[in-house]
């Protein structure tokens, strides 16, 4: 069962964090299931970027990211090029390593 190691989050993970969760588990569920409230406005159907993480390590293992995604990622704060939205990141075997970024854009968190 692979582990995601989180880097610590002031909010989400304040000293870091890991978590094993089977493979085919989106990076997501995974946190959620073990109690890393991560957001995700849009119940984690790309529709948002809410979800954005940054995969520090293992990025090979997760599945390939597809054009929805992509045209996603490009509207997240902070993106950077081994980003990815944590509800299409599906693990396989091997151990990742992820940040949250400081801040997400979520619209209706913000009152807008």
Do not use: F
């Not at 890393?36 to 970027?49: G, L, P, Q, S």
């Not at 954005?52 to 990622?73: A, F, T």
Request: hydrophobic share 35%.
């Amino acid at each position: 069962m692979p582990t995601i190691k989180i880097l610590p989050h002031p909010e989400y993970a304040p000293e870091g964090k890991s978590v094993s969760a089977p493979a085919g588990t989106s990076i997501c569920e995974a946190l959620l299931d073990n109690g890393v409230n991560i957001e995700h406005a849009c119940d984690m159907v790309c529709a948002c970027t809410t979800c954005h993480v940054i995969v520090r390590e293992g990025m090979q293992s997760l599945n390939e990211i597809e054009e929805g995604e992509e045209d996603m990622l490009d509207r997240a704060w902070g993106l950077e090029p081994n980003s990815r939205l944590s509800c299409q990141a599906i693990l396989a075997q091997q151990d990742v390593t992820i940040e949250i970024p400081k801040y997400s854009i979520n619209h209706a968190k913000e009152g807008h």
